[in-house]
């Protein structure tokens, strides 16, 4: 049976010196960084060339352009440029990605061969071009710790932190870890330098940090046009210093946090509960919390929920009304021939769909490509203008200076689902008993930016808890996963999100198990294929603590002993052959020769694995009993 025993964890050799955190986004990206020696300052990285007009551009978009020959070109800002810059022709030749961490959450059998598909239609395994992305964030980062710091920084000096959806599956967190490796960010000899951080979990490491004037609270206040309704209430002169601060802040990069937790957090009590929601690009991710007092440590009340409720649905939406007006025949081949210019198009409704409020009285114009007006007449014999007048879009009009007029209406039609998918999820799980008694709802991650959003949230929750804006909300997360790279061990407990465990034989019991179960071996009846867990789900899990499990090799020689783990998202299974039950992954254990003589007179081998589920990732690794050696082991999600 498993024993749960708390192990200290082996330091590394040498302790980190500065910490790196990439919030690698669905959008947007960015990093940030953190001396060890001063870990109240968080340095944000460089603004970045080719940055919006009148945006703090602190994260870049996640976009990558690769060249014909599918080398690396550009990343961000430079790779949305230098694709909008290439000839009409000679873009089809080219690589554009993005959006494209959406697809590492949607595949359902992720492995290292999986693959992406750019704008223009051509393929490139999606473990390359998370690569690319990673490798263009180290040396962009590390060039300026190069600038920064006075002395010579060695490559085990750094830990590396990258951010992923609390949501995500074992075998993309896996993904993310080994794009790491082949992007030379950390060794495969090295695991530890590296860390997965959560994204609502560094948020709400973040959180706890916070000062009354960092924060908008949406509780008290009405928001009409994006405007506060309440100018005249004492937090708004608070606000405009708090802008103010934050504007001047913007220059200097640092970024200082409170050394104990913040004053927002002295309001709560011991035992207080909150949720996070993360709603960013893609996903919206949500943690429940609840704070120990005395450590100061977070522990987590139910497991991570959410979905692929981002702002891209957003996108998407907007995407669907142009096929309902111009045709889906069309927009897929404008895509495939000018896809420089549908990308274009895109950052457009996305610059626009920025300032979409709720109340908003006046229309929203979005500029069609020249291009898209120029095709659509050769292709479709008629004018953009035509199709609009012809569509039963109602609220879309066509403008004289060659625009698309979205009423408010259209606007709201677009958000509507995406945010309603989003109210539903927190309101189910403020309904769990786990999750009753919630005091306040943090709003982060670059969605929560959206008035829409924000005004949908407030109307529905403001009377059952209070609802918490951090003012810089975008980089919540990234802030977030540098202190969480200073101190992984401060959330101290968290939730299974499901049932683990492998196939083992118990003894037959007639009446009890089915015949076809039934193995005979050894003159003996056994009962194949019943499920031995690990863990279950939403069990309680702290930090460090273990389960471990013996296994004998079959024969003598064997080199190697590979079991397959199991999951399922519900406890009330027997069998692993039970329908909601499947094969998730493998433990491998590398057994070492035994030496001569040195065997048990029987000559079984005994090889204890202790496998951690109170990590952001599952973690294995095992020893020999009777050498008390520790033995190769190894945990693989991706290679099913």
């Known amino acids: 049976k498993s024993v749960g025993k708390s192990i200290t964890r082996p330091r590394s050799s040498r302790p980190f010196s500065v910490v790196v955190a990439i919030d690698f986004g669905t959008t947007s990206s960015g990093y940030a960084f953190s001396f060890t020696q001063d870990p109240e300052a968080i340095h944000m990285m460089r603004r970045w060339e080719g940055g919006d007009p009148g945006v703090a551009n602190q994260k870049t978009p996640t976009s990558l352009l690769l060249t014909p020959d599918k080398k690396f070109h550009s990343f961000g800002f430079m790779a949305r440029d ?80 990258i951010t992923v959806p609390a949501i995500w599956k074992p075998p993309a967190k896996q993904f993310m870890r080994e794009a790491a490796y082949l992007a030379t960010l950390v060794s495969p000899e090295n695991p530890e330098q590296l860390l997965i951080a959560l994204e609502p979990e560094a948020a709400s490491i973040y959180c706890r940090k916070l000062r009354l004037h960092q924060v908008i609270d949406l509780s008290s206040r009405l928001i009409l046009n994006g405007f506060d309704q309440e100018t005249s209430s004492p937090l708004d002169s608070g606000f405009r210093q708090a802008r103010e601060q934050l504007r001047r802040a913007r220059h200097s990069r640092t970024f200082l946090v409170e050394s104990g937790t913040g004053e927002l957090w002295s309001e709560m009590q011991e035992g207080d509960r909150y949720i996070v929601a993360d709603c960013g690009g893609g996903t919206v991710d949500l943690t429940v919390h609840q704070i120990e007092q005395v450590q100061g440590t977070l522990k987590e009340l139910y497991k991570a929920s959410g979905g692929p409720y981002g702002a891209v649905g957003v996108d998407l939406a907007f995407e669907e009304m142009l096929c309902k007006i111009f045709g889906k025949d069309f927009i897929d081949n404008f895509k495939a021939k000018r896809p420089a210019a549908w990308v274009d198009l895109m950052i457009a409704f996305e610059a626009r769909k920025r300032t979409a409020a709720p109340g908003r009285a006046n229309a929203i114009n979005i500029s069609l490509p020249f291009s898209f007006i120029d095709f659509y007449k050769t292709h479709c014999g008629q004018s953009v203008e035509t199709a609009l007048r012809k569509s039963n879009v109602n609220f879309v009009k066509w403008s004289s200076q060659g625009m698309l007029r979205m009423t408010s209406e259209a606007m709201n039609e677009l958000f509507q689902p995406t945010i309603s998918k989003i109210v539903q999820h927190i309101a189910e799980l403020m309904k769990k008993p786990e999750v009753s008694g919630v005091r306040f709802l943090f709003l982060v991650g670059g969605f929560a930016e959206s008035p829409m959003l ?79 867990r690990f863990v279950t789900v939403d069990q309680s899990v702290a930090l460090g603590e273990v389960v471990q499990r013996s296994y004998t090799p079959a024969r003598s020689g064997q080199r190697k002993i590979i079991i397959n783990i199991y999951c399922s998202p519900t406890d009330d299974v027997v069998y692993i052959t039970d329908p909601c039950v499947r094969k998730c992954g493998n433990i491998t254990l590398d057994l070492p020769e035994a030496k001569e003589g040195s065997l048990p007179r029987k000559g079984r081998r005994e090889i204890r694995a202790s496998m951690q589920f109170g990590d952001t990732e599952i973690k294995v690794t095992a020893v020999d009993v009777l050498t008390s050696k520790s033995v190769r082991a190894s945990i693989d999600f991706l290679s099913n």
């Open 82 to 161: 230098s694709y909008h810059d290439l000839d009409p022709e000679e873009a089809r030749d080219w690589l554009y990605f993005e959006k494209f961490k959406m697809k590492i959450h949607s595949t359902t059998d992720l492995t290292m061969e999986t693959e992406l598909m750019a704008v223009n239609g051509s393929h490139v395994k999606a473990i390359e071009v998370f690569a690319h992305a990673l490798r263009f964030f180290k040396e962009h980062a590390l060039k300026e710790l190069k600038d920064q710091s006075s002395s010579v920084l060695e490559k085990d000096e750094i830990r590396w932190v």
């Open 454 to 532: 924000q005004s949908a949230i407030q109307s529905t929750f403001s009377r059952t808890c209070r609802i918490i804006i951090p003012q810089d909300v975008g980089l919540t997360i990234l802030k977030g996963a540098v202190l969480f790279g200073l101190d992984p061990t401060i959330v101290r407990v968290r939730r299974c999100p499901l049932t683990y465990g492998v196939g083992v034989l118990n003894k037959f019991v007639e009446g009890k198990h089915p015949r076809e179960k039934l193995l005979v071996k050894d003159g003996r009846d056994w009962c194949t294929d019943i499920l031995d």
